[in-house]
Each structure stands twice: as C-alpha cells, then as structure tokens.
C-alpha cells in the first residue's frame, strides 16, 4: 500500500483546492488538495513539506495530521495534514497543477459532484467528523 501526504493548506477558514493537470496520468483534470507519494524514509510530515516546495514554491508550517485513512479499493494511504504556507502562494508548477481556489469546505463541496473530486476528498465528504478538528 502507497503512503501519500494530502495537504490540507489554510488561510484562516480558506482551504487551498488544486485543479489537477489535464497531462496527468492519473485523475487528470480532477480537483484535489495538493499531495505526494511519500518517498522511501520520509515521514509524512517531510513529504508534505517537499511536495508544497515542488508543486507551490512555498514553505509550509504543519499544524497538525487531522487523519490517516486507507483506501484499499486504489491500494493507498493517505494522510490528511493540516498546514499553512508561511507566504502567499502565486506560483504552482503547471505540469502538475492547472487551476487553485481557496475555498471553505462548505463551498467546494456545495460546488463539485463527486466525479469531478479526487478519492481522498470524496472520503472527507463522506466523513465530515475529520474536518471538526480544523
């Protein structure tokens, strides 16, 4: 089973989605939170830290890991991290990423159906009891 940091980044009530690439192997133009396979030896926490660097170009600061869930059905764990960037976020790596919003959870999930959200997504919707501790 794969080990994947989802970053949770606020702005105060705000969550950074992520739209992902439409180049994409997997779930191309999805949205999403931004997230990475953990690569050997990396705590998810280092992965987290990594992935906001390579796919934002910001620093983060971790507050806290909300939640680790397994998803047998795509052979994943994932592990929900809350966080926030210690500067503004202009930049996201295209190759990756192709559109941002920051939104409430509330307004994400009244906008998007579950076809057009990623897996991990889906199981906060479905498990709103993990969001109680933002």
């Not at 980044?9 to 133009?29: E, G, S, Y």
């Not at 050997?40 to 939640?67: H, P, W, Y």
């Not at 052979?75 to 976020?89: E, N, Q, V, Y």
């Amino acid at each position: 089973m794969k080990n994947h940091a989802a970053l949770l980044v606020r702005d105060h009530d705000k969550i950074l989605f992520v739209k992902r690439a439409t180049v994409k192997k997997i779930l191309p133009n999805i949205w999403a939170v931004p997230s990475g396979t953990m690569e050997e030896g990396e705590t998810s926490e280092q992965t987290a830290i990594r992935e906001a660097k390579e796919e934002l170009e910001c620093d983060i600061i971790i507050e806290k890991v909300l939640a680790v869930v397994e998803l047998p059905e795509f052979d994943s764990r994932l592990h929900f991290i809350l966080c926030k960037s210690s500067s503004d976020i202009h930049y996201f790596d295209t190759k990756e990423i192709q559109e941002i919003q920051w939104l409430t959870f509330e307004e994400f999930f009244n906008i998007y159906p579950d076809e057009q959200i990623g897996h991990g997504l889906q199981y906060l919707r479905k498990h709103p009891e993990i969001l109680s501790n933002i």
